[in-house]
């Protein structure tokens, strides 16, 4: 393995931001693995580039993002972006002989994510989406639950996903509400409870969705009323490999919620449950045990449910949401060592764009749709 | 009003005793109304039924439950046998003038259900089912709340109705997996969470049905293995008048939930969060005050949710299940009485088994169905 | 045992009615034991004695406590007054051979009790006080786990007890805040938490407390201020037998706390940790199985706890405040009938009165006090 | 300001990791405030230092501590060695000219925190000490919500820290049961809340302690058992000034709780609760409102409650515990900068290290101390 790596950063929004916090913590937190060098900052206004190159720590900064692509120095680019960048943008790296790591959604059009993969696919180099909720190590000690059968075989899964930034009628129409945008809540949350089912379990294979909107129109400046496009709210059902039926319930204007991805498993000896909002806390119920001692227990995020350790020695202290970002880079890198990884790549984010648009035609056509 | 009312009693397991317990418990607890005689109790074992007269407090016993119908003295009967004979006895009882209080559902077959809804129209008398969850205070005060505006406009709804009795795959195939016992989770739980939707909002008008099987067969005593033909899971999109959407998720085969029957609300201006299992909590979200102070307020049964002042002077000391059933009894007395009740009579049962039915058919036919 | 036994019942306000209700439920809920026969209703008014026995099912009503104690017919005798006449009251029934089911706590003067244990000890009567909380089937569980030693061995305890009815500094002076009422928190709570710990470890042996008062003056009528003579909150450091040591912490001005009662109990293999606002649920933690997987588990009341059974069949439907008093008569019927019984009598009463005596004394004295 | 500072490192166990995390993070995160040079990290052991360093991102490592202190490049000095060397680093440093941190508690004798205050004050420097739970957001919320009268004037305090590392009574003696380490969970966890109280209320009074020994013995290598000589279980009752009573629990011995630091605040108008285990959760209790509404609302930290916005955007996503230590870093730097800062400086340190020792003097005398 290089000594260290060349970091690029198309992007200085919240997500610029959580992967530059991301690139310079994850040295420090896991000790092994190349020193990322922060080589080059992008960023439309070259002003603000440069003022968050200082901020951020990285050593050049540039308003053209291909000034970075064509950096030699640069090994990897990170894609932060909106989504409507991100094919070109990933697509130039990728062509140049970088690895990306690329925020999600892939991409609005299904034909562009699939251009991704495809360019992806034909690199040979590492293309990882920036799936984070996935590297929670109690999501990861899910998976372990479910692989050593501790509940057994599972059979049903709910997931429900909710924030309330739509939820206010009063707030004035944007961007979110137009069709240009996506769906609305379908591929805005969606992907998220998805990537999830996808890790835990594999695929979907067949669904059935219906969208709504709880505002049809929004007030627009001019103190007018603008018809809404996109659906904040998405409910589908669906069906898995082996015999797992499922509920998803998507929405962005719920009031009250703000982080929430709930999580039901239920199998043939037991179930857990789980909720983002309270992610370092998993709960576990099974049926070991007289009766008068079962019900669900609340697990607390210890060193055992690794990485966990390697931020903290002692149980129960608490990650955060950006600590995830710094485990997902961990693995990232661990990819493109050539080492196992707890990614979703393109080729799997394509499955889950996939997954998407078959949820936004099975509500168009009003009908189950395969996979 | 009449001083006294004479009570007639149709079985005695659980739901026999819950009833008699209430028409125990009525009187002194609400102080008000007339006072229950407990005049006869039928089962159809005349030696248990003679037993359970005397540690319920009923004068008369009987084997034979058309004895119990046919006494003068009896001016009201609580129909508690199983769903498959709940017709014959409401509608026995009603021809012969009595008022009825019949234990949910109303009715393996749509048909009956059906009858029992038009006979009772007929006959002038009351016919109330035991939809004890809409007694609870807490479901009242969302009711409320509702009304008041409190959290605005409603246009999304979730429901989950969860139990584990039908958990275990190990557990022996009973009549609870065969066809004849009804359709499984969609009729033994969704009418108590339509009981909710039905006082709270008003019916549904559309839905959309998935049933699912858990365990495709279930083991005999003899060692082999029976075809389940029930479906433990249900899992159900719907929407009401008045653009609200939902969804309302079952199983009965849920590892680890008990008595959980869990309602999300969301308005323009909150939300609302209850859970059966924690009945004597309500959350409530309100956008009012600044935004630093908002978020879920946890509001503890207190003697302003009347009737629980009826039960106790002081907050947070909890009502139980069984109290429910004595406030039911209690609105009962006063439909009896001519007064205003909440209660779900066989003519807004019948709505609820109907929507029921349409979702079966929905599930059969994988289409939406109007109900 | 007698097919049934008579009952009086003095005292009609609160209290008064929670055992009418048990009265009138035991039977039908327990379905052994003997029959009460509702035979005799005294409150000091006599027209609101006829209309309660009317209410509560009592055959004879007087305005004369004395009448009550005098009837032949009373086998035991509810006394539900106020505190300042437990003594007389129940000293006069077991002097005429009664039974005595007598509200806590004993009496506001240790003297009072000191005599009420000792008519009781020569009347071979049997005299229970009104602790219910020790009846909840879970604080039944709570016990034999310590037994079983689930646990392990038992170091360190806390109990909170904390209401908000005295937290309104607006609130006008009444006689809680008066001298004559007693100590404040500490008689008006602190036996509530004594009695778990009687019934779940034994007895204190030594107490260092500090009593406060939140509120120096309260306002009265005509808009002075009044000096508070009361200590609204009370919290005490206790050491009982085999090395235990303890926190006590009681607030009757505690605002948002409607029925805390918090136990944290401490064992060398894990610990139990319990709320009365959620009486339907326990937390238990142990050190068994594999440390990815320990964590509270949450228990709800399941059949398997008796005597929920007898209240409900099925798991996690939930007890309320007013079932304990049903369990509590139960109890009573079993002491009467000779038989093993879950109950506080006066002797062990009497201990834990001398033990918040105590705890005056150490404020008093600001030092520790042995028991 | 200066446009860098230099930074060096003492210490490397996770103390030491987590500085250097916040001195990696603090400039990506809050943008402004100068930018940290990572100049020298020293450890006693040459080759770990070396490969620390590396790790960490500092330019020079060593072996010997005292170059650190002699290096000009260094402006301020992290100490996080284990507390018996905290007294004289922070010296050699203050003296070399250096600004501290220095994690807490300040030291294992009260006589060095004196000298350490002492220093500091002449030095004319920055020395500022670890307490990283007084700068989670929502702990700096409760005292703007303290500070705006939300909950009226305070009365009543609880506090409680436990965690369960002394809990297994089979585990082997170590340094922590040795006299030489202090009282036990006195020092080890009270500094802890106390920093709490300090930076919510101000000076502790009075105090009344009883410290306790779970485990009189634990097992050594050789199969025998030595004595304990230290507390695991500290309660302490305290007043402080403006009428303010409290208690506080303390209990390392206490399985299941894994970094629980309870706090209840009591006031005339409402009542706060928070846990540490739920660091990103608060419960406010008022008494606006209609008393049908009033509850414990679940507030969840928020970009409105500074500096949570610096790190996320979003509400309810969760800050994890190394996240504080990046705040308090920023604030360090504030301080540097002659700023406004939320720190406990040398001189508030002593006074919480006087408080300790306070409350050890009042269980040995068994009588309430002054402090």
Redesign the interface.
């Known amino acids: 393995m290089k000594a260290s790596i060349g970091v690029g950063l198309i992007g200085t929004g919240?997500m610029g931001?959580c992967h530059?916090?991301a690139w310079?913590?994850v040295?420090?937190?896991f000790?092994s693995g190349p020193?990322p060098r922060l080589v080059h900052l992008a960023e439309v206004n070259a002003d603000i580039a440069q003022t968050k190159a200082?901020?951020?720590?990285f050593a050049k900064a540039t308003g053209d993002w291909r000034d970075l692509i064509a950096d030699p120095e640069v090994d990897v680019v990170s894609v932060t972006t909106p989504n409507a960048f991100h094919a070109e943008m990933a697509i130039a790296a990728l062509q140049a002989g970088k690895h990306v790591w690329c925020e999600k959604p892939m991409a609005v059009a299904l034909a562009d994510a699939e251009r991704m993969a495809a360019v992806a696919n034909a690199s040979g180099k590492v293309a990882v989406l920036g799936y984070n909720y996935i590297q929670n190590p109690l999501v990861r000690?899910i998976g372990?639950?479910l692989e050593q059968g501790?509940?057994?075989q599972v059979?049903?899964v709910?997931l429900?996903m909710d924030?309330d930034?739509m939820?206010?009628?009063e707030a004035l129409f944007y961007w979110k509400s137009e069709a240009s945008s996506g769906y609305g809540a379908l591929d805005d949350f969606g992907v998220h409870p998805l990537s999830l089912l996808h890790i835990l379990f594999g695929s979907v294979t067949r669904v059935?969705a219906?969208l709504?909107k709880?505002?049809?129109t929004r007030p627009t400046k001019d103190g007018a009323a603008r018809a809404v496009e996109t659906f904040d709210?998405a409910?589908v059902?669906f069906e898995m490999g082996e015999?797992i039926?499922?509920?998803m319930?998507l929405?962005r204007?719920?009031?009250?919620?703000?982080?929430?991805i709930a999580l039901q498993i239920?199998?043939?000896?037991?179930?857990i449950?789980y909720d983002q909002?309270?992610?370092?806390e998993?709960q576990?119920?099974?049926?070991?045990?007289?009766?008068?001692?079962?019900?669900?227990?609340?697990?607390?995020t210890?060193p055992?449910?690794a990485p966990y350790d390697r931020?903290?020695?002692?149980?129960?202290?608490?990650?955060?949401?950006?600590?995830l970002k710094i485990i997902e880079c961990h693995e990232l890198l661990n990819a493109i060592a050539g080492q196992p990884a707890r990614v979703i790549d393109f080729a799997k984010g394509l499955v889950i764009e996939r997954t998407v648009h078959a949820m936004a035609r099975s509500h168009e056509e009003?009908?189950?749709v395969e996979v």
């Open positions: 919240y931001k530059a916090l310079n913590s040295k420090p937190v000790g020193q200082d901020e951020f720590g000690h372990a639950l501790a509940i057994g059979n049903h709910r429900e924030e930034f939820a206010d009628p059935f219906h709504a709880p505002y049809p709210i409910s059902l015999g039926s499922g509920v319930a929405n204007s719920a009031w009250g919620r703000k982080g929430r239920f199998g043939s000896k037991g179930s449950v909002e309270r992610m370092n998993l576990l119920y099974t049926t070991d045990g007289p009766g008068t001692e079962r019900g669900y227990r609340t697990i607390l210890a055992q449910h931020f903290i020695p002692a149980p129960g202290h608490g990650l955060g949401f950006n600590d009003q009908r189950w």
